[in-house]
């Protein structure tokens, strides 16, 4: 049973080009959530997503990011026109229902590493 | 102000003590998650709570929700715990502390 799966693992990437990132959460998952771990920095939450729902986006910058999780294949996190400050590593997390309460799990992936140029 | 403070943030300890590492929150939760962070950066959950206690292991998780307060504990600290232990909490959105540091010398 595979764990969260995310590709690539390293991206490099000019300014100005677009970058995107793929998480495929565990088998079973319908939840998956995406953060951002500057350097030097902890981490961020941008978004949360269920299959083809974007339940809450409120970490996400206004502009240039996007995240979509289809109906079918792995939840994508698409940054348009890269920044040098862009920079960081992206983490997916999936689980199977919504957290809540004592029970409950959240699996991680090993992260995207951006690196804008 | 954070959301979530974590202390320290850095711990340097020999391998066999005791070990305990704090977080405070604010906001209100439905869960709190305990993650520990290696270098090169893999992320692991180690426990979801939102009262009481949990052990797995040589680690222990409490949380107290009238004083928005957990600690996690580790047994007879190992070397290889070394890592950076991280506090989350909240509902959909969580909230991250910046991570407790710590080094187990042998």
């Known amino acids: 049973n595979a764990g969260v799966m995310q590709n690539p693992r390293h991206l490099v990437r000019r300014r100005g080009q677009e970058a995107r990132l793929r998480c495929s959460p565990m088998?079973?998952?319908?939840?998956v959530y995406w953060y951002r771990q500057l350097p030097e920095e902890g981490l961020k939450f941008m978004v949360y997503?269920?299959?083809?729902?974007?339940?809450?986006e409120s970490g996400m910058p206004k502009e240039r990011f996007s995240a979509e999780f289809p109906k079918e294949g792995p939840s994508i996190l698409r940054i348009q026109q890269v920044v040098r400050g862009d920079s960081a590593a992206y983490f997916c997390?999936?689980?199977?229902?919504?957290?809540?309460?004592?029970?409950?799990?959240?699996?991680f992936g090993e992260g995207s590493r951006l690196t804008v140029l | 102000k954070n959301e979530v403070e974590q202390s320290p943030q850095n711990l340097t300890a020999q391998e066999g003590e005791f070990i305990t590492i704090n977080c405070s929150y604010s906001?209100?939760?439905?869960?709190l998650h305990w993650l520990q962070q290696h270098p090169g950066g893999g992320i692991v959950s180690l426990f979801m709570?939102?009262?009481g206690k949990k052990k797995h292991g040589r680690l222990i998780a409490t949380i107290n929700i009238q004083e928005k307060h957990s600690s996690l504990h580790i047994t007879a600290s190992h070397p290889r715990d070394s890592a950076v232990y991280i506090c989350?909490?909240?509902?959909?959105?969580?909230?991250f502390g910046t991570g407790t540091s710590l080094t187990v010398i042998p």
């Open positions: 906001v209100g939760i439905s869960a």
């Open positions: 997503l269920q299959k083809e729902n974007i339940i809450d």
């Open positions: 997390a999936s689980s199977p229902r919504l957290l809540q309460g004592n029970t409950g799990e959240l699996f």
């Open positions: 088998k079973g998952h319908s939840h």
């Open positions: 989350a909490v909240g509902r959909n959105q969580f909230y």
């Open positions: 709570l939102s009262s």
